[in-house]
């Protein structure tokens, strides 16, 4: 076995904590707030949504520096451990004052009521040191996680685009503490396993992923922990203890994604935005998808590796990854498995997949030559909310005629599901209007969507056939038929 | 000294560099006593029901827990009800009326602790049929949860009947969630005697103040109500903070330690109260220009289970039906419904924008019936000047501008121009549309209930000069604090750094008003300035009595005090008062003049003046999905003679972008059992960033001037820019007519989700 710790150990802001004493649940605004009494970071929802608990957290990717917004309401204290944590009450300019964002915001009056204020200056922040001169597009992008009721962003936009006027990226006071920090993290990552609790309740990190494969063997009933974009929510919103827990989200093995041998391989705890770049170089179809998958926090935070375990009919990545054929692979101490993605989703709640076993990797073929791909989403906002449908096409088309067509739904039925007629009816037939046509009519037979606060079971249908004249549209007529950035 | 942080200046929010920085202390991040305590609410999981038990043993024995309250603990009277119509208890004694209402409270060591044990309460209720909609409540005949209101003028039914044309419609106008990012939250602190300290997040602390009283069962003098700024309010903190100071102050009193209450964001929508939807019926008869001769409606309302305030939100619905047009003969009837959700409270507009919406439907269904442009037809039936001026509820319009906003706004925005290209690409089919509207609106300024149209302000110029101010109006964002030190800082001729606003506190300044109605700096502004000449009286007639007659003319400016050809600075001048012992503190007071208001007979002046608008808005809806996003909006908003333009110009861009949530995808969905589905950002959405129109070009109508004696001449800015937001509902429904060939207007109702636009769509195609 490895050998293991016994308490976690990180940076907050200047000073190491180190902690012992800490639940599997605890998370960090909580600590932060309560234990630490740093209420600059605010609470307005606690399930990821409204940004005001926006922190960043830095961590060694390959040795190096990389600080990523996050939600601190979901996410927990024990995933930390070898982790830089800045909070607002840790922004400065280069001379101690006011950092160029929150000089750059008071100057736009980009404050009302102010209670969104710090998490969207963290967010402008993070945005700032990627890029100094942000484009609106990119200033949308990072503000997707973050709710204000008072402003209508406009004076927002204006404090993101003048920030880079104020300062520079170069010399910011993190960026001045790099070093030290980085020399601080290194030290800290001592290779163990680390376990931690307070009374019963017990989370556990594991060395590697072998080691994960030993702890699950040895607890087949802890609760898996990635990004916690989900798992966060059974806590905080509905009290389900998750005792044990046994958190992945710090294994670099996971986390790899890389193409090679002809196929895209994206680590189970990769996050959205670890596998963003390699997966809309190889599929660009899903580059605008990707980006309208929650908020950037949340996509810093979860993985598709969870999005596929969790098992969910309105999960974004499996209609996108099935219609791509993805294969899945699972791995536990007996060894490793490959299914093919599709097979995962037996019902509602029950996937493939035994006690003691993991998701490791999505692995998607690259070799797609002549195939004409599409990814919709649809929902009441265009972005950070839930699917009401979702939908990854596929189609080979050969001399005109459709020689292969998988037709993937999400939000449609109980699982993440191919339109089996709708399928038939395009296979085999002319690539023009009137198949689609014929494949919209059958889909009547594919589905029984269910109504509920994000649309009615007629909208599901009618959305979802017309998801399949939009893609005649776009590919056979080459119409726009798109509203920018869907 | 330069004059930056005067009125007309864009001084920034006193509070920004706080808030940027996270030092800016909201309720929560107030230091907790040692002991302190936390409650959670227990909430009933039927919509109607008779209590037969509660059996509490679980939660009393969970970890952490210290007891509980319920009814039983109430040593004064059990009600909350902001109109006192003993209709709305802390906790029900033997009926639940909605699901969500709380019936009991936990209060444990900690909050997890009390949140974990409320969850053990074990409620037994005999189920009996609830009436949860609006239209349900009028079928069943009644009852209304308060007394309807009649506007009425002419003779509406024959000017229908002699009408050339008339048209009969019908609106379902959705609710909505205040949404402010900060939750409600109240945090009790018990004293000697009687006396209890509450801090909450509350646009009405007097009112919290009194209700705490009224339900602990002692007098208004022992207790305390302070809130240094809130996370947004909207409304929403108006009347509904009361259950949560309240449960608070008895927790606190039952187990003689500070108590707070902090409900999840589940909680805090689904136990308070929203905007009300409405279900409008009007007829409205019209001749071949579309001018209106006659309408009459009905605005019901679903209220909820008690009255809160939804006999004011109802009448203000009605108000507003007209919103800029003037109807000749006109008959307009409120149905506050009660219904066995939860009561709808205020939001910003206070049944204004429902009013105002069913009054631009109609103007939209007479334009495609008479196939004009809808502007046009808005544009004939403006109020006139001198003439045409006479509202619904029998106030002359006196200050009437909308003509000129909307035809200056018509120019600015290209509109005509822009409409023909959008009509003419339209034209040419396709999968995505365009469409524009431009809407106007006219926004009464007071409270209609008469009495709240005061204001009180406590003023101290210390001997240093600095100057500490006190108002009873509350920050929630809007900017008040900074408009009233202007103010102040002006009066004094001083520099706006001098003066401090601190906490809002029902010990400096009693019997306030709800700071709502948009009349927080028109109130408060006028009390400050009535404190701040009393000094400056004082220090004038010590002037003159030291230094004679040439002091008469004393001017205070640049931080100097002009006096006789003497030249004091602001400091030396009020030493040398103090130490001659004038009195340099000041209790300041208002109130509205002119305004009346006779509900029985529906006539009086409830405005003393009215804010005027416009918007133009274009979209692009999908009409495969439904999918929308707005391209571009102009605004041109009228705020008088701005106190401050920068915190006006956040005022109208926020209000607008959340008049647009209301209409687009903010959907409040209950299910079958009434119970509300859509009760956290993950499931109802406000306005994101992205949402925010492409281009967005909003000016203050610079030339405009309050004719009436307001502060500076400025104009309240809180609401009437919310509706605004209209203009993209109206944009959305020309998008969705194009199908048609603009042949119908199409039936759309409130708010236009991607799924209502489609359906929409759809029918029009069928
Ligand atoms: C604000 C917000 C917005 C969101 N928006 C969207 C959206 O637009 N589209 C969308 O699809 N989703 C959305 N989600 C949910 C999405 O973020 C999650 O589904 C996420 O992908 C799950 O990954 P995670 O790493 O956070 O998983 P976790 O929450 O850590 O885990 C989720 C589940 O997967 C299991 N699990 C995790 N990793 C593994 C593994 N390696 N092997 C086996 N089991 C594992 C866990 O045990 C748990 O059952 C949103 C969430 C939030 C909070
Ligand atoms: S509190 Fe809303 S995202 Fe964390
Ligand atoms: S300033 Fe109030 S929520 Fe953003």
Redesign the interface.
Same mark, same amino acid.
């Given at each position: 076995m490895a050998k293991e710790r016994r308490e976690i150990r990180f940076i907050l802001n200047g000073s190491d904590v180190r902690l012992g004493e800490v639940a599997a649940q605890d998370t960090l605004l909580?600590f932060l707030?309560n234990a630490r009494?740093l209420?600059?970071?605010?609470?307005?929802?606690?399930?990821?949504?409204?940004g005001?608990c926006t922190v960043l957290v830095g961590r060694l990717v390959k040795g190096r520096l990389r600080y990523e917004t996050v939600n601190a309401c979901i996410r927990f204290l024990a995933t930390l451990d070898g982790c830089h944590v800045v909070?607002?009450?840790h922004?400065r300019g280069a001379d101690g004052g006011?950092h160029p964002v929150?000089?750059a915001?008071?100057?736009a009056?980009?404050?009302?009521?102010?209670?969104?204020?710090?998490g969207i200056?963290m967010s402008l922040y993070a945005l700032w040191m990627q890029s100094a001169a942000p484009s609106d597009a990119e200033?949308?992008t990072a503000?997707?996680g973050?709710?204000?009721?008072?402003?209508?962003?406009?004076?927002?936009?204006k404090a993101a685009r003048a920030a880079a006027e104020l300062g520079d990226p170069a010399a910011d006071p993190l960026e001045a503490e790099r070093a030290d920090v980085t020399g601080r993290l290194k030290a800290m990552a001592d290779g163990a396993r680390v376990t931690v609790s307070r009374g019963e309740d017990r989370a556990i990190l594991p060395a590697d992923v072998a080691d994960l494969a030993d702890v699950l063997a040895k607890h087949p009933e802890a609760t898996i922990v990635a990004g916690a974009t989900d798992v966060g929510?059974w806590v905080?919103?509905f009290?389900k203890p998750i005792s044990p827990a046994v958190f992945v989200g710090h294994l670099s093995d996971l986390r790899q994604v890389d193409a090679k041998a002809a196929r895209l391989r994206i680590g189970a705890g990769a996050s959205y935005t670890d596998a963003e770049a390699a997966l809309a170089r190889a599929f660009p179809h899903l580059g605008p998808y990707w980006k309208r998958i929650a908020g950037w926090q949340v996509r810093n935070m979860g993985t598709v590796g969870g999005n596929i375990a969790n098992g969910s009919p309105i999960g974004d990545t499996p209609p996108v990854l099935i219609a791509l054929e993805a294969k899945l692979h699972l791995r536990s101490a007996e060894g490793t498995r490959e299914i093919p993605l599709e097979d995962f989703f037996i019902d509602y709640g029950k996937q493939d997949l035994r006690a003691g076993e993991f998701v490791e990797a999505v692995e998607i073929p690259l070799a797609q030559e002549g195939v004409r791909h599409a990814a919709y989403k649809?929902? *009441?906002? +265009?972005? !950070?909310?839930?699917t009401?449908v979702a939908a990854g096409f596929a189609l080979r088309v050969e001399n005109g005629v459709i020689a292969d067509a998988r037709l993937v739904f999400g939000g449609m039925a109980a699982v993440p599901k191919r339109a089996a007629q709708a399928e038939a009816a395009l296979k085999g037939q002319p690539f023009d209007a009137a198949s689609f046509e014929r494949a919209a009519q059958a889909l009547a037979e594919d589905f029984q969507p269910l109504t509920?606060?994000?649309?009615?079971a007629?909208?599901r249908r009618?959305?979802a056939a017309?998801?399949l004249?939009?893609f005649w549209?776009e590919e056979g007529e080459g119409? *726009?038929? +798109?509203? !920018?950035?869907? | 000294m330069g004059k930056l942080g005067h009125t007309g200046t864009p001084a920034p929010h006193d509070s920004a560099i706080k808030q940027v920085t996270g030092r800016a202390d909201y309720t929560d991040d107030i230091p907790e006593p040692i002991g302190t305590l936390h409650a959670y609410l227990g909430c009933a999981e039927v919509a109607r029901g008779r209590i037969e038990g509660m059996d509490l043993s679980g939660v009393l024995a969970a970890e952490g827990v210290v007891g509980v309250i319920t009814h039983e603990d109430i040593t004064g009277h059990n009600d909350i009800s902001a109109v006192h119509a003993d209709d709305e208890p802390v906790f029900p004694v033997s009926e639940v009326e909605f699901h969500g209402q709380p019936l009991c409270a936990v209060v444990a060591t900690s909050r997890d602790l009390a949140r974990r044990a409320a969850e053990l309460a074990k409620i037994e209720i005999t189920p009996l049929e609830p009436v949860l909609t609006t239209r349900e409540a009028l079928a069943a005949g009644g009852p209304d949860v308060t007394a309807p209101l009649k506007l009425e003028r002419g003779d509406a039914a024959e000017g229908l009947k002699s009408a050339q044309h008339r048209l009969a419609g019908q609106m379902e106008i959705g609710g909505q969630d205040h949404m402010y990012l900060e939750g409600q939250i109240a945090f009790a602190m018990p004293g000697e005697d009687d006396d209890m300290v509450i801090h909450a997040s509350t646009q009405h602390p007097t009112e919290a103040q009194m209700i705490a009283a009224q339900v602990l069962g002692v007098p208004a003098n022992a207790v305390v109500v302070n809130v240094r700024r809130m996370g947004g309010g909207f409304g929403g903190k108006e009347s509904q903070m009361n259950l949560f100071c309240c449960v608070a102050a008895l927790a606190a009193r039952k187990f003689g330690q500070a108590v707070k209450i902090r409900p999840d964001r589940d909680q805090d929508m689904t136990a308070t109260g929203k905007r009300h939807d409405f279900s409008a019926d009007y007829e409205v008869g019209f001749d071949g220009e579309g001018r209106i001769t006659a309408v009459e409606a009905q605005l019901a309302a679903r209220c909820g289970f008690a009255a809160d305030l939804s006999g004011p939100v109802t009448d203000r619905a009605l108000f507003h039906a007209d919103n800029a047009y003037y109807y000749p003969n006109v008959r307009l009837t409120s149905r506050p419904m009660k219904t066995n959700t939860v009561s709808n409270t205020a939001f910003r507009g206070f049944g204004g924008p429902q009013g105002v919406i069913m009054a631009e439907r109609m103007m939209e269904e007479i334009a495609y019936k008479l196939g004009k442009d809808p502007l046009d037809i808005r544009k004939a039936n403006f109020y006139g000047v001198g003439e045409r001026d006479v509202t619904p509820y029998h106030q002359t319009v006196e200050d009437n501008i909308i003509a000129r906003v909307v035809e200056e706004l018509e120019e600015s925005s290209d509109y005509r121009a822009r409409r023909d290209a959008i009509m003419a690409e339209n034209a040419k089919g396709g999968i995505l549309r365009r469409g524009i509207a431009l809407t106007p609106v006219k926004f009464g300024i007071s409270f209609t209930a008469t009495w709240y149209n005061q204001a009180g302000c406590l003023l101290h110029v210390y001997k240093d000069g600095s100057i500490m101010l006190n108002h009873g109006g509350t920050e929630m964002g809007q900017g008040l604090n900074t408009k009233v030190a202007q103010v102040v800082a002006e009066a004094f001729g001083v520099d706006l750094e001098l003066v401090k606003i601190t906490k809002t506190t029902t010990e400096k300044v009693p019997n306030t008003s709800a700071t709502a109605a948009s009349s927080g700096s028109d109130l408060n502004g006028m009390a400050a300035l009535d404190a701040a000449e009393q000094i400056k009286a004082r220090l004038v007639a010590h002037a003159a009595e030291k230094w004679g007659d040439v002091c008469n003319d004393v001017q205070f400016a640049d931080g100097k005090v002009l006096c006789g050809g003497e030249e004091f600075g602001w400091r030396e001048f009020i030493a040398q008062a103090y130490a001659d012992r004038v009195q340099l503190s000041a209790a300041g007071f208002y109130k509205t003049p002119k305004i009346h208001w006779d509900r029985a007979k529906g006539q009086g002046r409830p405005f003393y003046y009215f804010a005027y608008g416009a918007a133009c808005s274009e979209v692009e809806i999908d009409t495969l999905t439904g999918e929308c996003r707005v391209l571009r909006a102009d605004i041109l908003h009228d705020v008088g003679r701005s106190l401050n333009p920068a915190v006006d110009r956040g005022q109208v861009e926020g209000a607008f972008i959340q008049g647009m949530g209301w209409l687009t995808t903010e959907e409040l969905w209950w299910d079958e059992a009434g119970r509300l589905r859509t009760h956290a950002p993950s499931t109802y959405k406000i306005p994101l960033a992205s949402d925010k129109p492409r281009e967005f070009n909003v000016r203050l109508a610079e030339w405009s001037e309050n004719p009436e004696r307001t502060i500076k001449r400025s104009k309240a800015v809180g609401e009437p820019p919310f509706m605004l937001g209209i203009s993209v509902f109206e944009a959305i429904s020309h998008a969705v007519a194009s199908v048609a060939d603009y042949k119908t207007c199409p039936r759309l109702d409130a708010p236009a989700t991607p799924e209502r636009i489609l359906m929409a769509v759809e029918r029009l195609k069928r």
């Open positions: 909580d707030r009494r209420t600059g970071t605010k609470e307005g929802c606690a399930e990821g949504d409204c005001a909070t607002i009450e922004l006011m929150q000089q915001m008071v100057e009056h980009g404050s009302q009521c102010g209670f969104c204020t710090p200056v200033i949308e503000l997707q973050n709710l204000c009721r008072c402003t209508g962003y406009e004076p927002i936009f929510l905080t919103k009290l649809v929902s *009441k906002r +265009r972005d !950070e909310d839930i009401a509920d606060w994000r649309a009615s007629e909208y009618l959305v017309n998801l004249r939009r549209a119409a *726009k038929a +798109r509203l !920018e950035g869907v | -």
